[in-house]
């Protein structure tokens, strides 16, 4: 029950943008081509339905939950897999894109002050979104059914009003009905031949956004309270009717009240003038309300705000969507593997973090609009669509092969015939989809799953090399020979308590051969130190390395490289004191160069590197913090010699 | 003699701000008030005569070079060391901001499509000058020269047309002489009372910008040739003859040219009518080029583009002076220490970086308005010339009490008296400045030297903190006393190549104890590890430990600490089988859990963490770069388990 406004964002926000896409496709050829329009609101309500039931049975198929990518994984292989992945990542980015400009558009309608600064405004909402969910404040589906149900309240008494005043006679025309539309060039005899035909299509393909979101309650399943796959199934169902009914509705009495939504203004006429430069076009579900509550103008307050803030909760269901999507690609090796970690703060905000970035980068780059944006929206959902109802298709069939029960098989076989209908219809919408809108921007987002997929596989293979190369061979005793002798050097920048610990340290593990090691930066403080060095009786030897460019980290690696090369059956264990203070930030204070040596060593074969820390108290008054669960903050300290 | 271009970017731009600020700032009273800004021109060309000879004094006294941090902290103590510090850092900040505004105001002048995006230009050539440093491309004295040389010729050239002109009586007047000058509410008398008398100090303020630049010089001698402080000093005589000579005929020409300048173009009439909307208001030199060179269009344009020049390398110095006063105040151990480390490209590129941040901020928040950022640039400059001059006057003082040769003790005298009157003028501006510009926005700029203040404080005091805790104390047997055995930890997440070598290391320490460790994060998978184990036969007992919340750092520092606890008298050396891959980007695959486990483990005392490398084989056809000299490339890497 409460899973239904989880995903109800995502899926029914997009009634919020797709009546005006079809709306604004259909312009192009002028007022009278606006006409067909609830027919393709039909056309796109047969595939909402057919794609919802389709799902249905993916659901049920599947009951761990996994989605589109585990159906194409396991039915098509890793390859088909990889390629819903890569369509799903820039689908969440895009979710976000489209859903804050939509928002915006809807604030902007509303709040004069906002106009001319979308673009800067939406990315301000991403900004704000991200932050909420770095917090980590995860709204409860209880608290979300709030605006989830005032929404839908608010359009479907938008509707009834509507329609009953349809009914009486009483439902005043809109006022952009009172504008003509000039067709653009090319299409001055309205919707006729190949180019007439070829527009119908485009605008089909429009108002196919109103199928995204679905996706969304496919891949998300897991989320769902069990029995996870009846809910997921009623829930399906429950969106699906809802969605359609909108979707119909909005564009019939967008029909009856003459609304007109064009892309750009200059296309409105006036008595054959053109619209004044201050004419501020409203969102179709805005002008309904405005023209069903003609006399009560708080309620286009009202449902524009309703809307705005169905479109930033469905923008905010990616941030959770897209951290769980690439955990299970981190699992399979096809992500790196840390963001896998479920629970991690750190990770999660790495996902967070460039989610936001790669929406904000679009919202830039599109300007916050709309219209733009969504030509790269659609291409990615229904390649998800086409490749699982595919799998499914190819699940079925493998389980016809194996089952005898005569029931089960019939049922199996209906499921099948659900699911080929789903995939002849998604695959044809894909197609249409692609034609149409390659040109327009559904490149840009194929490229940018192109170059997923090509990433993805690349850390695949790379994690394929790595495993290949340490895998251990019992019959190869390379790795298990044992070294004869250990070497041990202790590097002194000074003489301090942390050296002198390192020294005793190193004498603890009664190595063959001890010495300290020093870089003569100065050459008079190391004359010195030596002098202090015997004086003081330590127990082990000081050797000088000599620096004429004043370097560090190059003598050092030069010495360990030539006792190496001298024994190169020894171990040699470089011990390196460092300091250990309570707060990052005091760590910025000390020197990073013990860091850069031990990283370069690390790279040295037969060189072990051994950190001997020295904990620093806390300065008096600052709490310090080191023990306790694992935190981010300690994480963040680095260790290094003063 | 190279040194004069080198410095004399950012002591004679000056004269491109100056008398702008000047004029407008005596336009607030109207256009009768403007006329006295020559005296104001011969009161700032007699500070600044002053102040440079104030400065020869310095650099002969301090031949090492070093500034007036150093005479400051020399003959006044640190502190006075430190304000002067913190007041040449944020000078160093605004010399980039108002050397850049200025500059694009001069393009926006002269190319009418940088209109209106003033800011924008401004960050972008921040941007730009910052990448030109990071990428470590300096100007030798040589290629500086020929821009300097450029402005200096175009400004002459300018001074003597217009001169000579002025002489025939065929000077024109400018086009702005047309316009009246609407004094602002509340000085609608002119310059009388004491509300006059403050404007003036005002404009004198304003015009004292001219001096910025100077201490530019005296804080570089280090920078100067052989023999440096004679060097410094002629340099000083000649930028400060050629700024006083160019500061007074500029005012001078502006006056009799009739050069209207006012902050806020509303204040202008024209026949009593306000300017139309789109009249641009040129800087007072490319004025006095248009009028110098009338009938000559092209002149206008040379002399604006050698202004813009000379600004932006004016910014550029600060990039260079920047680091070189941050690695000073490193090597005193009052900012991070290894800003000290001389030629590290990583340590330049963090003090670039931060400022141009710094620069970059300031600029967008006063809407890259010199007017506006000018009111913050000169108390950093004056603070420092005052504590410099009073530093200069007691050093004289302390040689004199033990000088006993009588001529040098009258050229010593000779020298105190210079310093003297420095002293009682710059403290004189100082007070000048803070009274009539502290609420015009100068107590941002105190406010900024106050937090800098603060922070390098509580740096050195840190720095103090730690060296007290671990100076070594011979009779302190603490930090030598040898532990009694070592226990050997193994951490093991699978069985590999690694794992084996680590193993085989820690058995070559020959530790009283052995052990291998692994969590426990699937029960099923450990179990078949722990079986494999056996099997193989390896010569180290495996411990599973627990981990009911499927976290890896957690068990194993509960169990490195129960150890310590069984023990406190042992050792214990946690053994970690490392990656090492060939690139970064590589290592972002491998999980970060080891470098966590590292850092939580270096807090606990008495264990000493040791790195067993693993170096990876680059992937075919990628070039490896992992030896040879110290590179920011090989630092970036991170070591970690896979
Ligand atoms: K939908
Ligand atoms: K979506
Ligand atoms: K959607
Ligand atoms: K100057
Ligand atoms: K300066
Ligand atoms: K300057």
Known sequence: RLALPVFASDALSSVAYAPDEVLLTLAIAGGSAVMISPWIGVAVAVVLITVVSSYRQTVRAYPSGGGDYEVATTNLGGNAGLVVASALLVDYVLTVAVSVSAGVLYAASAIP??????????VGVI?????INLRGLRESGRVLAVPVYFFMGAVGLTAIVALARLALGTLPAVESAAFDVVAEPGYEHGLVGAVGAFLIARAFASGAAALTGVEAVSNGVPAFKKPKSKNAA???ALLGGIAVTMIVTILFLANKTGVRYVDDVSQLRLNGAPVPADYVQHPVLSQLA???????????YIVSAATGVILFLAANTAFNGFPILSSILAR????PRQLHTRGDRLVLSNGIIILAAFAAVLVLSFDASVTRLI??????????????QLGMVRHWSKALATEVDQVERRRMMRSRVVNSIGLSLTSAVLVIVLVTKFTHGAWIAIVLMACMFV???AISHHYSVVAEQVRYVPTDESSRSLPSRVHAVVLVARIHKPTMRAIAYARATR????????????????????REWEELGIPAPLRVLDSPYREITRPVMQYVRSIRRRSPRDLVVVFIPEYVVAHWWEQVLHNQSALRLKTRLLFVPGVVVASVPWQMAAAPGVPTKISGPVTTHGDRQRNARA
């Open 290 to 300: 405005e023209a069903a509550f003609a006399g009560v103008p708080v309620m286009f």
């Open 113 to 122: 002050a906002l106009r001319d600064h979308e673009a800067s405004v939406a």
């Open 375 to 388: 030509q790269l929206y659609i291409v990615g959902v229904f390649v998800s669509f086409t490749l699982s």
């Open 511 to 530: 190595p063959s051969e001890l010495e300290a090691v020093t870089v003569a930066v100065d050459p008079a403080e190391s004359a010195q130190m030596l």
């Open 332 to 335: 399979d090796g096809y992500l």
């Open 127 to 131: 900004v704000v979104l991200s932050l």
């Open 234 to 236: 009623t829930t399906l």
């Open 455 to 457: 990433l993805m596989k």
